[in-house]
């Protein structure tokens, strides 16, 4: 449209673009988080630093809250493509992995003298460390549940 108009005839380019931010900002609610993936990983971590805090919560509420989130979450490893069967997160990112993949990356990368970078996509984690790693049984749970389902 700016190429084609002549320059006293071009629209007001803050104006279009402050009224585009409020049309989008309208349609976007809390449902629209309930499907964020990255939103709801950050909603479990908050409810397991609760749990290690507080030791509140019984295990059967935290499986409770979590099989709700359950079709938002990837039980995908983003090193080996597949369903992981003993999960393990990063404390630095908060990615989760297969706990020999990643520790068979982080062993090949030490070889070679080199860090290992996370390999979820995006993450900009670039020295990942065996002693980063944690056993992610919230994670684990949800598999072994969604398997036997």
Do not use: W
Not at 116 to 125: A, D, I
């Amino acid at each position: 449209q700016v190429k084609r108009e002549k320059p006293e005839d071009l629209p007001d380019l803050e104006n279009l673009a402050q009224e585009k931010f409020l049309e989008m900002e309208s349609k976007n609610n809390d449902s629209d988080l309930q499907k964020n993936e990255k939103y709801m990983y950050f909603k479990d971590q908050l409810k397991e630093m609760k749990k290690q805090y507080h030791g509140n919560d019984t295990i059967e509420q935290i499986d409770e809250d979590i099989a709700v989130t359950r079709s938002q979450m990837n039980f995908i490893c983003p090193i080996t493509q597949m369903t992981m069967k003993r999960p393990v997160r990063n404390k630095v990112c908060g990615h989760s992995y297969e706990e020999d993949a990643i520790l068979e990356m982080i062993q090949t990368q030490k070889q070679k003298k080199k860090k290992v970078r996370c390999p979820k996509m995006g993450c900009s984690h670039v020295d990942v460390k065996g002693s980063d790693l944690v056993p992610d049984e919230a994670l684990k749970r949800v598999i072994d549940s969604q398997n036997k389902q």
